[in-house]
């Protein structure tokens, strides 16, 4: 099993940053890929990064793309999410995944591990 444990989020000014940390512990050897996703009010819950733990390439949602950066620190087994510009939009609950197999990273059903979620409140 992998776990993950995220950390970051709270209340933000629209326009500001934040970042959002996932730290993997458990079988990490076996990651394809982490991402993550969000869950806003009433909502479904969307893809917004992913990246592929070998290769380091990355994936964004339309909605995030030249705002958001994911990264990854191979050695702390840990995943990034830098959110600039932030939008009253982005409010949501952001939760991290890790995927054990491939090619598609965008979707949540080949995610098998989440972490618990935090909130993200963006202030209009």
């Known amino acids: 099993q992998v776990q993950l444990v995220e950390s970051g989020g709270g209340l933000e000014q629209t326009g500001g940053s934040q970042r959002l940390s996932c730290a993997a512990s458990g079988r990490t050897f076996s990651m394809y890929a982490m991402g993550w996703f969000r869950q806003a009010p009433g909502k479904g819950r969307e893809f917004v990064a992913a990246?592929?733990?070998?290769?380091?390439?990355?994936y964004y949602a339309d909605s995030v793309k030249g705002r958001f950066t994911i990264s990854r620190d191979n050695a702390k087994n840990t995943v990034y999410l830098q959110m600039n510009s932030l939008k009253p939009e982005d409010t949501a609950v952001y939760y991290c995944a890790s995927s054990d197999r491939g090619p598609a990273v965008t979707v949540a059903y080949v995610y098998r591990y989440w972490g618990q979620g935090t909130q993200v409140s963006v202030s209009s």
């Open positions: 990246i592929e733990w070998r290769s380091g390439s990355t």
